[in-house]
């Protein structure tokens, strides 16, 4: 009995540490947890999405009957607006590791993630009228099989090398939405992130942008689309004051500031 208590003790401590070792603690990543559940679970998030495809569609008839000498199209971002990355976000909470482009990459090659209510649909209804659509993303160009592989496993229209324009040297998209406009008419633009319409929005200033919405607050619902993603997103470099180096301490601290209360 005794050579046996031996035997099996040195494999219960294994055991033990292995799991201790297993077990992350680690709550760095923990403020992304509500929007994280919100953006998979809410039915209003779903909703919301179905919301902005349906406007999308009937901005889309309307425009595609303009006349012009150029074909016709649609740019859209794809992360957080026509793919679901949220579980990478939940490996970053349940890791309690940030993002760095190598983790994203791992998540990135999968090609696993889902499509967002109604955007497959939206890029067959585009096809069924003769509206090309062009994927504008700053996945670096490194991701184009993957992200390719991804929309034809779930069945996009137009996933073409030639209609995806990946981020290559810069992250600002507007020498590639001009790139576009000098083959298509573009009547459309939808995304995440305020970004993804017009360079106006890349400097945001001291109010976050908000001045800049306002000014054009007519071309939402019109020629722009925006999507919900509360998880990340440009909104975050006003929130840190465009901090680079902050440790997980002063980003809290900061996140708290952010906050208005009564």
Same mark, same amino acid.
């Given at each position: 009995?005794? $050579?046996?208590?031996?035997? /099996?003790?040195?494999?219960?401590?294994?055991?033990?540490?292995?799991?201790?070792?297993?077990?992350?603690?680690?709550?760095?990543?923990?403020? /992304? !947890?509500?929007?994280?559940?919100?953006?998979?679970?809410?039915?209003?998030?779903?909703? *919301? =999405?179905?919301?902005?495809?349906?406007?999308? $569609?009937?901005?889309?008839?309307?425009?595609?009957?303009? #006349?012009?000498?150029?074909?016709?199209? !649609? %740019? !859209?971002?794809?992360?957080?607006?026509?793919?679901?990355?949220?579980?990478?976000?939940?490996?970053?909470? *349940?890791?309690?590791?940030?993002?760095?482009?190598?983790?994203?990459?791992?998540?990135?090659? /999968?090609? +696993?993630?889902?499509?967002?209510?109604?955007?497959?649909?939206?890029?067959?209804?585009?096809?069924?009228?003769?509206?090309?659509?062009?994927?504008?993303?700053?996945?670096?160009?490194?991701?184009?099989?993957?992200?390719?592989?991804? *929309?034809?496993?779930?069945?996009?229209?137009? !996933?073409?090398?030639?209609? =995806?324009? *990946?981020?290559?040297?810069?992250?600002?998209?507007?020498? +590639?939405?001009?790139?576009?406009?000098?083959? @298509?008419?573009?009547?459309?633009?939808?995304?995440?992130?305020?970004?993804? =319409?017009?360079?106006?929005?890349?400097?945001?200033?001291?109010?976050?942008?908000?001045?800049? %919405?306002?000014?054009?607050?007519?071309?939402?619902?019109?020629?722009?689309?925006?999507?919900?993603?509360?998880? @990340?997103?440009?909104?975050?470099?006003?929130? @840190? #004051? @465009?901090?680079?180096?902050?440790?997980?301490?002063?980003?809290?601290?900061?996140?708290?500031?952010?906050?208005?209360?009564?």
């Amino acid at each position: 009995m005794k $050579k046996v208590f031996r035997i /099996l003790l040195p494999i219960a401590l294994l055991l033990v540490g292995c799991s201790t070792a297993d077990k992350n603690d680690d709550l760095s990543q923990e403020h /992304l !947890v509500y929007s994280t559940v919100w953006f998979q679970k809410s039915p209003e998030a779903k909703a *919301l =999405f179905y919301q902005a495809f349906n406007i999308a $569609k009937e901005r889309v008839v309307e425009l595609s009957k303009v #006349k012009g000498e150029k074909p016709k199209a !649609v %740019v !859209v971002d794809l992360d957080e607006t026509m793919i679901d990355n949220s579980p990478f976000q939940g490996k970053m909470i *349940l890791k309690g590791k940030p993002f760095s482009s190598d983790f994203w990459e791992e998540w990135s090659e /999968l090609s +696993r993630a889902k499509a967002t209510p109604g955007a497959k649909d939206f890029t067959l209804f585009c096809d069924s009228i003769g509206v090309e659509v062009i994927y504008l993303s700053n996945r670096g160009t490194n991701e184009l099989e993957w992200t390719m592989r991804n *929309l034809d496993s779930l069945g996009f229209a137009f !996933v073409k090398p030639q209609n =995806f324009l *990946l981020k290559d040297s810069t992250s600002g998209k507007e020498p +590639r939405r001009v790139k576009t406009a000098e083959q @298509y008419d573009i009547i459309l633009l939808l995304g995440d992130n305020l970004n993804d =319409f017009t360079e106006v929005f890349e400097h945001r200033g001291d109010d976050w942008g908000v001045s800049i %919405v306002e000014k054009n607050r007519n071309e939402f619902g019109k020629r722009f689309i925006i999507f919900p993603n509360p998880m @990340y997103g440009d909104w975050e470099k006003s929130v @840190y #004051k @465009y901090g680079k180096e902050l440790n997980e301490k002063e980003k809290f601290k900061l996140r708290r500031e952010a906050v208005s209360a009564f």
